[in-house]
């Protein structure tokens, strides 16, 4: 059973530009989390979604962030205008079922971003 | 979600056990005791989980205080494969409507050969 998938692992932007990060979660898990990790900081709680649903966005910056995740396909994270404290390490996880006491979610490898 | 606090940094020798503590003082009822590590360059991987009673897998074992106040996760032969940074995190029991992981700054473990 492959685990949570990120892509790309690298990502490289020039000021200005779009990013798009994508997040494939376990097979059966309807559940996405994104985290960020800033340099030497540890991870941030951005957004929680279901299938075609935004459970919470608490943690999303109010302008040039956006998630989604479709029906079909990966979990996309969307950052607009990139700038260069956007640089960081983003993760995915998943989880089976909502977010309960007992829940453990399942971790990707991460998506670094570098904003020139 | 409950905060919890621990060391920053811990050091252990290969080959020996290490417990590595946490505080949560403020713990309910019904919060589960969540530990996860994060290797170096990797995402955060599940270690393990507990409510009231201790608990054993494969990767480690967890001791809970009788007062829930405490917990302890133990690692029963360190590997330089565990040097990492672990995460205690308390998670409440919702009914679904709230999912995050809540992460502190964790106890960095390094191992020596």
């Known amino acids: 059973n492959a685990g949570v998938m990120q892509n790309p692992r690298h990502l490289v932007r020039r000021r200005g530009q779009e990013a798009r990060l994508r997040c494939s979660p376990m097979?059966?898990?309807?559940?996405v989390y994104w985290y960020r990790q800033l340099p030497e900081e540890g991870l941030k709680f951005m957004v929680y979604?279901?299938?075609?649903?935004?459970?919470?966005e608490s943690g999303m910056p109010k302008e040039r962030f956006s998630a989604e995740f479709p029906k079909e396909g990966p979990s996309i994270l969307r950052i607009q205008q990139v700038v260069r404290g956007d640089s960081a390490a983003y993760f995915c996880?998943?989880?089976?079922?909502?977010?309960?006491?007992?829940?453990?979610?399942?971790f990707g490898p991460g998506t670094r971003l570098t904003v020139l | 979600d409950a905060k919890t606090t621990q060391p920053n940094s811990m050091e252990s020798n290969e080959e020996e056990p290490v417990h590595l503590p946490c505080n949560h003082s403020?713990?309910?009822?019904?919060?589960?005791i969540h530990w996860y590590r994060q290797l170096p360059s990797q995402g955060p991987e599940y270690v393990i989980h507990?409510?009231?009673s201790n608990v054993n897998n494969r990767m480690a074992s967890l001791a809970i205080a009788e007062d829930r106040k405490s917990s302890t996760l133990i690692l029963h032969r360190a590997t330089l494969r565990d040097a990492a940074v672990y995460y205690c995190?308390?998670?409440?029991?919702?009914?679904?409507?709230?999912?995050?992981?809540?992460f502190g700054k964790g106890t960095k473990l390094s191992v020596k050969p």
């Open positions: 097979k059966g898990h309807s559940h």
């Open positions: 995190i308390l998670r409440v029991n919702y009914g679904g409507s709230q999912g995050n992981l809540i």
């Open positions: 979604l279901q299938k075609e649903n935004i459970i919470d």
């Open positions: 996880a998943s989880s089976l079922i909502p977010g309960q006491g007992a829940v453990e979610q399942f």
């Open positions: 403020t713990i309910s009822g019904t919060d589960y």
């Open positions: 507990g409510l009231t």
